[in-house]
């Protein structure tokens, strides 16, 4: 089946064969550098070409019992503005303007929501508005952000490994999400952009960072702002008073009626 962004979920009669799926793999896996394998069944990456942007996770015995799991996202290659947002309805126009004036005051934004709520697009639109002369810097374990040095804005984007990379990785690098978020107090920036706090170990080293005086913007996964700030207080050890380093919680939804589907913000 296939997800849409207007009609929502539909079954689809297309079949891929043995062979596509190999082939397919074997594309995924030379151009994201990553393996495959019985000791790591889980892959997690992006792909860039002049046609499409995909984010692909695979997934393989012995993990999978039936064969191999294969999800594949398709983004637009012009990412959505936050006028073109407010014309689909996923924003109204003073929740806009006041996440703007949110965003030029630098204040800490979380957006959170369900997988597919439209996290990341909210989060990008939002980037795109930021102040030419900002120095901003990206940490993401897969490159979703915008780039944008060609338009003369001041950027530095970092790639650390994904979650799935991170844990077959852990005893061999000494690079993850964690450290280069504690390291962003030497690189000077304006604001940060995160990409997903998905451990503990992300929620702790991005209030560390806002406790030093670091602005900026992240993502997570949560039904409800009251869900997040109990997964952070009893599940990764994060002090109730560090909770208020946060101005801004967002929250958004996918809404799924009567076979269509729409992402929308609901709460801030």
């Known amino acids: 089946y296939l997800d849409h962004a207007k009609w929502g979920r539909c079954i689809s009669n297309i079949r891929l064969d043995e062979k596509d799926i190999e082939a397919f793999l074997t594309h995924v896996r030379l151009e994201s550098k990553q393996d495959l394998t019985y000791d790591k069944p889980s892959l997690k990456a992006d792909i860039h070409t002049s046609m ?31 006028t073109e947002l407010i014309e689909l309805g996923t924003i109204s126009i003073e929740a806009a ?39 901003k810097v990206y940490i993401e374990d897969t490159s979703e952000s915008i780039p944008q040095l060609s338009y003369g804005r001041h950027q530095l984007r970092l790639k650390v490994p ?45 209030f560390h960072a806002l406790s030093a005086g670091i602005r900026g913007i992240a993502t997570s996964h949560a039904n409800t702002p009251e869900d997040i700030i109990l ?15 946060l ?14 589907s729409r992402r929308k913000v609901v709460r801030i």
Not at 56 to 82: E, H, Q, W
Not at 167 to 173: D, F, G, P, Y
Not at 231 to 245: E, F, M, Y
Not at 247 to 260: E, K, N
């Open 52 to 82: 499409f942007h995909l984010r692909v996770s695979i997934d393989i015995s012995p993990l999978v019992k039936d064969g191999m799991a294969l999800d594949v996202r398709k983004f637009r290659l012009r990412p959505y503005t936050l």
């Open 97 to 135: 303007a006041f996440l703007l004036c949110a965003l030029r005051h630098r204040r800490n934004i979380i957006i959170i929501g369900e997988p597919g709520s439209g996290k990341t697009t909210l989060l990008n639109a939002l980037d795109l508005c930021a102040p030419k002369y900002w120095r």
């Open 162 to 206: 994904t979650y799935e990379e991170e844990l077959w990785l852990r005893n061999r690098i000494k690079v993850n999400k964690s450290i280069e978020v504690i390291k962003l107090l030497h690189r000077s920036p304006d604001y940060v952009l995160l990409g997903e706090l998905q451990t503990k170990e992300h929620s702790k080293a991005f």
């Open 231 to 245: 997964r952070w207080t009893q599940h990764h050890d994060i002090k109730p008073s560090n909770i208020a380093l």
């Open 247 to 260: 101005d801004l919680i967002v929250l958004m939804r996918r809404i799924r009626r009567m076979g269509s």
